[in-house]
């Protein structure tokens, strides 16, 4: 066993599993670790990577369980001994340094008291707390537990044993503030972390596994509901579809544990196939997985429906390409959080302010593919969108966790020329479609008429064949055309 830290308390042995802990020069075993669950990361141990020009190795490894699924976090070792950790989920990566207990006070001053950490129970999602003198966003509140470890690290939670972690984003600002109430001597604090997010182009990371090894590691498996083959081709995933009967299959446990399916009656069939790939903004993304949503405003009885279609890129991680009524959209979960007014009509992010739009409650009907959190069918968030111009900002907010996403509108030309669709231009089409302009020879009246039978029409269409359980359409009146429009669920990359 080799501490290359002096921080270092615990290691893992790389052969047989044992845990040890130094104290001192004394070397203790206190039990074996769990198996690693195979996530087919790109990153290993001895990986080496800079930030702000510091130079850090990898030398340690953390795997966590949330009711979601699962996150990993690496001990990162920097040349001058100190740390830091890289979390890695969703296809986005965060790094964090540990926060002192107390502020700097100056050289000639002592540092002045910081308050304490208020207990996790305290934290709501959604709402806006001050801590250690800024503004921030709780973004979740999770109970988690040690799956397994790796390497050599700082601390280490009991196998097991659950304890409460709060992320919170900084307002209008990329970055996460970390909580974690681990498990600690009596009257020590909660553990403070300070993070933004990156990629492993600006990490500069050397000594990644090939990708050709992740994709000789296929994951395939019998679907537990009708027994056909299901085959697994994203790491990050943590649900799937059976192609054969269409149950979700929930795959946060991982492959080999027991399976959870759920069967899904009443399949939609997506206008742009899964596995699809097309360049979008310069990018290239593949339609990875798809999923039908309701939403409902507060109030009203009526149901509208969208399609929400997650992209994924390796370099760039998830995006979402939203399909609704009132026209197309391309969204990315962002890692900071918006500042709404005190009454939530507007939101001001990036220097820009934006105008509330629709309130309502969103829920998923149906969903093919993989995703990278734990969808099921009924999962409800309640949901405001805002614009700004073709800017579009989305927050969703379940029980334990808002997320914020961003993006803008795309035309339904665009998203037909980039996934070679050409043939479906007039299917595609939405409410960005050139706007009715009347030929010459037609009177007013003429036009008025034409005016009003369409409206008619519409009318009867709207009530007898669209059901928002299975269609992209709007039963709500008027002006009204679709909501979700500026959709999509991720947790964008911090612990979760």
């Known amino acids: 066993m080799e501490f290359r830290s002096a921080q270092s308390t615990t290691a893992v042995c790389g052969y047989c599993q044992s845990t040890v802990v130094r104290q001192g020069d004394v070397l203790q075993r206190i039990g074996k670790m769990a198996e690693l669950f195979d996530d087919h990361s790109l990153l290993q141990l001895m990986a080496s990577g800079q930030i702000d020009g510091q130079p850090f190795t990898l030398v340690g490894r953390l795997q966590y369980r949330y009711p979601e699924g699962t996150w990993t976090e690496w001990n990162a070792l920097f040349n001058d001994g100190s740390s830091g950790s890289l979390a890695e989920d969703n296809g986005a990566y965060v790094f964090s340094r540990p926060l002192a207990p107390r502020a700097d006070g100056g050289v000639d001053a002592p540092a002045p008291p910081v308050p304490p950490v208020p207990p996790a129970e305290t934290f709501t999602p959604g709402t806006t707390v001050r801590l250690r003198g800024r503004a921030y966003t709780v973004a979740s509140t999770s109970t988690v537990s040690l799956l397994s470890a790796q390497g050599e690290l700082p601390h280490l939670p009991a196998l097991g044993q659950p304890f409460a972690m709060v992320e919170l984003r900084g307002q209008d600002a990329d970055e996460v503030l970390s909580i974690d109430y681990g498990p600690t001597l009596a009257g020590d604090a909660p553990e403070l972390s300070l993070g933004r997010p990156v990629t492993l182009d600006a990490l500069q990371m050397t000594g990644l596994k090939d990708s050709s090894e992740k994709d000789e590691k296929g994951r395939q498996f019998s679907c537990p509901n009708c027994g056909a083959p299901v085959e697994v081709k994203l ?10 009967c269409n149950s979700l299959i929930d795959l946060s446990r991982g492959i080999g544990a027991e399976l959870v399916e759920a069967e899904q009656k009443e399949p939609v069939r997506p206008l742009i196939p899964l596995g699809s790939t097309g360049t979008l903004q310069g990018v290239i993304w593949q339609v990875v997985g798809f999923q039908h949503r309701m939403g409902q405003e507060p109030g009203d009885d009526e149901l509208f429906g969208w399609d ?23 969204v990315k979960p962002v890692t900071g959080a918006p500042v709404t007014s005190n009454n939530g009509k507007t939101a001001r992010w990036n220097g820009a302010v934006y105008q509330q739009q629709y309130q309502y409650r969103a829920e998923t009907t149906y969903a093919a593919g993989e995703f990278y959190w734990q969808v099921h069918r009924g999962q409800q968030t309640q949901n405001r969108d805002y614009a700004t ?30 996934f070679r669709l050409e043939g479906k231009k007039d299917l595609l089409k939405r409410a960005d479609a050139t706007p009715f302009s009347a030929a010459k020879g037609i009177g007013i009246v003429q036009l008025v008429i034409i005016l009003v039978v369409i409206l008619i029409v519409l009318s009867l269409l709207s009530r007898c064949s669209c059901d928002p359980k299975v269609e992209n359409c709007s039963t709500s009146s008027g002006a009204r055309s679709s909501g979700g429009s500026f959709g999509g669920f991720s947790s964008g990359g911090g612990h979760k």
């Open 389 to 418: 111009g073709d800017k579009l900002l989305s927050l969703e907010q379940s029980r334990d966790e808002a997320t914020w996403s961003a993006g803008g509108k795309i035309s339904s030309d665009l998203v037909a020329s980039a």
């Open 308 to 330: 929400e279609y997650l992209l994924y890129n390796a370099r760039q991680g998830f995006s979402f390409l939203v399909d609704a009524t009132d026209g197309w959209s391309l």
């Open 235 to 244: 790491a990050q995933s943590k649900a799937i579809t059976c192609r054969s």
